[in-house]
């Protein structure tokens, strides 16, 4: 069974910085395309990044030249390097996965991220 688990979240002040895992119980060589989302209490869930399969990258304007997403394929896992945390990065942060020749999305559980101002 295809998993994908995230982890890394936690409580930070403004300006901090956290480093999120999501990582996968298959190998991440195939993948189409890894996306971190994020998710704040009545509000809509947002594509924050993305990473290809080839390595392109992608970031939602808010978070560009803060946040950097990045994979390991040796552990079969992506990072989102969070930096110059806001109080408005306060969210459940998922990540989402995608597979040539798997069907479908698989979600992670999600991870909490605190930003106290």
């Known amino acids: 069974q295809v998993q994908v688990v995230e982890s890394g979240g936690g409580l930070v002040q403004a300006g901090g910085s956290l480093r999120l895992s999501c990582a996968a119980s298959?190998?991440?060589?195939?993948?189409?395309?890894m996306d971190w989302y994020r998710q704040a209490p009545e509000k809509q869930r947002e594509l924050v990044a993305s990473?290809?399969?080839?390595?392109?990258?992608t970031y939602v304007d808010s978070v560009k030249g803060r946040f950097t997403i990045s994979r390991d394929n040796a552990r079969n896992t992506v990072y989102l390097q969070m930096n110059s945390l806001k109080p408005e990065d306060t969210a459940v942060y998922y990540c989402?996965?995608?597979?040539?020749?798997?069907?479908?999305?698989?979600w992670g559980q999600g991870t909490q991220v605190t930003v106290s101002s």
């Open positions: 990473i290809t399969g080839s390595g392109i990258t």
């Open positions: 298959i190998s991440i060589l195939s993948i189409r395309a």
């Open positions: 989402k996965a995608q597979w040539w020749g798997l069907l479908g999305d698989y």
